[in-house]
């Protein structure tokens, strides 16, 4: 065998070590987005922060819903209670815009977007992994164990579309970590974006998500989810944290 034969056949083993874990991590995620049935608690905690110093606001949240996915539909059931809650919050902000709303600040955070994007935890990694570009696999460690760390990119569209026109600085990266098999054990994506508009306004943007899964009646769910964004500039400043957990029904 040649030298050029030689090198041909070196690139083409690269590229089929640097290929297996994402295809792994394909066939882990082809199987576990087969339709089937489960019933979950599902729960959100909020806090979030608006301003600076003596003008900061701050409001805090807490709920819970049962999810019901048949395969076919999902469904987000609100108990009695909470309902009553809710009602109540409405009624107490009428009187005081400043009254603290925690049952309605939870809720907001359990509509059918982020609840679909926990139990069906499979479908949410491929849409994020679609975004971008991938980056390439390598060994990590989690919990002590070893994995490999699949990292892509994400594009600058995951900003609004002002900020876009006026970033000057961005990056965007999504990471899953999974087992020998594929199948994912957590993921996380974190955003980090400054930019200038005009002449004297400056702002920042951060965002992180974090995500542990699980294997819950074959099927990949996220059993905890953290997200956190991070925004100032021109004298302001937002915070804002989610943490949601999925518990499974019997």
């Given at each position: 065998?040649?030298k050029?034969?030689?090198?041909i ?7 089929c ?8 991590l394909?066939?882990?995620?082809d199987r576990?987005s087969?339709?089937v049935?489960g019933?979950?608690?599902?729960s959100?905690?909020?806090v979030?922060a ?9 409001r ?7 999810a019901v ?6 469904s ?6 909470l309902l009553?809650?809710i ?6 902000r009428?009187?005081?815009?400043d009254?603290p ?6 809720v ?33 460690e ?35 970590w999974?087992r020998?098999d594929?199948v994912?054990?957590a ?38 989810d ?14 804002r944290e989610?943490q ?7």
């Open positions: 065998m040649n050029s034969s030689s090198g056949l070196l690139l083409l083993c690269a590229v070590v640097r290929a297996e874990p994402l295809d792994d394909h066939s882990a995620l576990f087969q339709p049935s019933r979950y608690q599902v959100a905690k909020v979030e608006n301003g600076k110093g003596d003008d900061k606001i701050t805090e949240g807490y709920a819970e819903v049962e996915d048949t395969g076919a539909s999902l987000i059931a609100y108990s009695r209670s009553a809650q009602d109540s919050e409405e009624q107490a009428l009187e005081n815009s009254a709303t925690p049952a309605i600040e939870g907001h955070e359990l509509s059918a977007l982020p609840v679909r994007a926990a139990v069906r935890a499979a479908d949410q990694i491929r849409r994020v992994m679609g975004e971008g570009e991938y980056l390439g696999a390598e060994a990590d989690l919990d002590g164990r070893e994995v490999m760390r699949l990292d892509f990119s994400l594009p600058e569209s995951r900003l609004s579309k002002r900020q876009r026109k006026y970033v000057k600085s961005y990056e965007g990266i999504y990471s899953v999974i020998a594929g994912p054990l993921s996380s994506s974190r955003v980090d974006a400054s930019g200038r508009a005009f002449i004297f306004i400056s702002f920042h943007v951060e965002t992180e998500s974090q995500r542990r899964y699980g294997v819950v009646n074959d099927t990949l769910v996220a059993l905890t953290r997200y956190y964004h991070l925004s100032y500039g021109a004298g302001e400043r937002f915070e989610i949601r957990t999925v518990t499974a029904v019997d």
